[in-house]
């Protein structure tokens, strides 16, 4: 048995695979096209039949790579970045080179395989994974604007208080920010606030049409996630986005330990606590954490399941951490009833 990691980049992918003994036997270095893929598949096949792969960036550089080897048959399983560089840890390295770390992902694999996530062949699904990463990209996009027009304005209104820049309405006023004197400086700081402002102001009528996708793209796969209380049609549809395509997750478990859900059991002198687990896939963590806060407002169950765990001697974080995990499987369950919608014709799904 050998096991493959792959470090994906936009020009270039790397691979190293590993023996039994979990030593490095091989590399592979070359480019991104149908071809290289055929060529890296044919390196690997030298290692005889049953080898797992590992991908960082499968659903990004990586994505096209993923697709080409799960249709010749091959397991291939998603790593990210952070357990990259616990895998470079576990090797006893903090070097950093495209070897090293298709050697740490390779690693992780080889150790981890039944707890990562098995890229899938796309779906139905694949709409909303694309929607989903473009508003991911979007909202960093905007986070970015946002930040420097504070800065500005804070340099232009020293004290003044912290503007609201959360909508297209918030930003009518600094659309049309003038100068407050003719010096030069102060000139300038007013015609960046104006164009930041512009900009942020297109970002955000760009995020608010593409969340309008994702509420309108394949229905049929994001019902039954919105029976779950505090999901709504563009959370069902992130959430679709996130999951697929098909049944990358093979349990509730797995999902939970992706999604950075399962506590981390910290106990000490007989003491049994958990902590957070910050090794997850932050957007989707990020989701399930306002689905638990919106259950709190408006599930009388959410709130009974709190106080459960409350009497139980949990303090107030603790008992949100479980219901989230509650969540997870929840959500976890339902995604099994959208599966029978992720077909392979699923162009012909897409209103």
């Known amino acids: 048995m050998h096991w493959i990691g792959v470090d994906c980049h936009k020009w270039q992918h790397t691979a190293a695979v ?7 036997v091989d590399t592979w270095q070359g480019g991104t096209t149908p071809t290289d893929w055929q060529d890296m598949l044919s390196w690997a096949a030298r290692y005889g039949g049953g080898c797992q792969w590992g991908l960082e960036g499968s659903g990004h550089y990586g994505r096209g790579l993923a697709q080409f080897l799960v249709t010749q048959g091959e397991v291939v399983v998603e790593v990210n970045t952070r357990l990259t560089v616990l895998g470079r840890r576990s090797r006893g390295t903090f070097q950093k080179s495209d070897h090293h770390d298709a050697a740490a992902i390779a690693a992780v694999v080889r150790e981890q395989a039944e707890r990562l996530p098995q890229i899938q062949a796309e779906d139905a699904s ?6 989903t990463r473009e508003r991911d990209d979007l909202q960093a996009a ?11 304005i804070q340099q232009a209104e020293p004290g003044a208080p912290k503007a609201r820049l959360r909508r297209a309405h918030d930003l009518e006023v600094w659309c049309d920010y003038q100068a407050t004197s003719d010096a030069p400086l102060v000139q300038v700081r007013a015609a960046r606030i104006r164009s930041r402002a512009w900009q942020l102001v297109r970002f955000l009528e760009e995020l608010d049409d593409l969340e309008g996708e994702i509420e309108t793209a394949v229905p049929a796969v994001v019902a039954p996630l919105t029976e779950i209380v505090g999901v709504g049609k563009l959370t069902a549809g992130m959430l679709a986005g996130y999951l697929g395509p098909g049944k990358r997750f093979a349990s509730d478990r797995q999902l939970a330990a992706y999604v950075g859900v399962a506590p981390l059991e910290v106990s000490s002198a007989g003491r049994v606590r958990h902590r957070l687990n910050r090794n997850g896939h932050r957007q989707l963590n990020a989701i399930i954490h306002r689905i638990a806060l919106s259950q709190l407002r408006y599930s009388a169950e959410a709130r009974v399941y709190i106080a459960r765990r409350r009497g139980e001697g949990k303090s107030q974080r603790e008992a949100i951490r479980a219901l989230k995990r509650y969540i997870v499987r929840r959500i976890y369950n339902q995604w099994q009833r959208c599966l029978p919608h992720l077909n392979p014709h699923w162009e012909d799904a897409i209103v």
């Open 18 to 24: 590993l023996n039994a003994q979990g030593q490095v």
């Open 126 to 131: 694949a709409v909303l994974v694309l929607l």
């Open 142 to 152: 905007a986070t970015r604007l946002r930040n420097q027009l504070h800065a500005l």
